[in-house]
């Protein structure tokens, strides 16, 4: 649940424009919510995404309002590569581009209809509306996932994410040169008073803490990096807004990449490489 007023900055702007950058959403999905209910505006229910905004006023978003739809089916042309499986559990690489679970206004091709087409028990898993999902990537990242198989692997796997027990790495190419080859970046991240639209580092925002390790100079087209980032926590954007605030946003990020150009990228650089954590059964 997101809970925020209304700046001066965004004041005259639709509701359901700013829906969607609050929630990270897109636009289409933003009007399918609230279509279903999932946004108030002082207190009282949204009936129209066109209502134009005044500064002051409340807005509440319920990212997991749904409107009552079939479960999502299988599908067998959203296509993944299956890097583990056994009985419980399936790791598998996540396309760019490719959304994780249904959402308002997002309901066909997800990875939850590509995992049904694969592995057809997984419908009654967890969740009927992203069964076997236990933690995400952004539609614009792309790598590994673990998926739960059977019930009895959801809660042992969704506790070691929430808990941070589960280890994450990530590859990045970032904009210059880092001044140290590696270190710890140790900022708060919560939404930015300048723009609520977007994550920032603030002082009263949650801990959030990645570690960083500079692979190597890529100096070919531009001064860039391969960096490898691994996460102690699990923020909003966390990688994305850590490295840009200290001088290094991702290539391809169009909204902490400081105008910088995108290389041809239609998403930010970001690739989960690793992932680690206990075997939920054995």
């Known amino acids: 649940m997101i809970t925020e007023s209304v700046p001066a900055a965004l004041a005259g702007e639709r509701l359901d424009r700013v829906v969607a950058l609050v929630g990270d959403i897109s ?135 929430v808990d941070h027990s589960a280890g994450r790495i990530y590859t990045a190419v970032v904009w210059g040169h880092p001044a140290s080859s590696r270190g710890i970046i140790d900022a708060p991240v919560g939404r930015s008073r300048r723009d609520p639209l977007r994550m920032a580092v603030v002082a009263d925002g949650r801990p959030s803490r990645t570690e960083y390790r500079v692979i190597e100079h890529l100096d070919r087209i531009s001064e860039l990096a391969l960096v490898e980032c691994r996460l102690e926590t699990g923020r909003t954007h966390q990688i994305r807004v850590h490295l840009s605030s200290i001088g290094h946003p991702l290539v391809g990020d169009p909204v902490y990449g400081q105008r910088r150009p995108h290389l041809g990228l239609k998403r930010p650089f970001l690739h989960a490489a690793e992932l680690s954590f206990e075997h939920p059964i054995r």
Not at 45 to 54: D, F
Not at 122 to 133: E, K, M, S, T
Request: no cysteine; glycine share 12%.
């Open 27 to 161: 636009r289409s999905a933003a009007s399918a919510l609230i279509e279903a209910g999932g946004v108030t505006l002082d207190g009282e229910p949204a009936t129209s995404g066109k209502v134009r905004l005044t500064e002051g006023q409340t807005f509440t978003i319920d990212l997991d309002a749904q409107p009552q739809v079939a479960p999502p089916g299988p599908d067998p042309t959203v296509a993944f590569e299956v890097v583990y499986a056994d009985d419980d559990i399936a790791v598998i690489d996540k396309p760019a581009g490719v959304v994780v679970h249904p959402g308002a206004g997002n309901r066909e091709g997800t990875l939850v209809s590509g995992l049904l087409a694969r592995f057809g028990s997984l419908a009654d898993v967890g969740d009927p509306d992203r069964p076997g999902i236990v933690h995400r990537l952004d539609a614009g990242s792309s790598g590994l996932l673990v998926v739960a198989l059977t019930d009895r692997a959801v809660a042992p796997l969704v506790s070691q994410f």
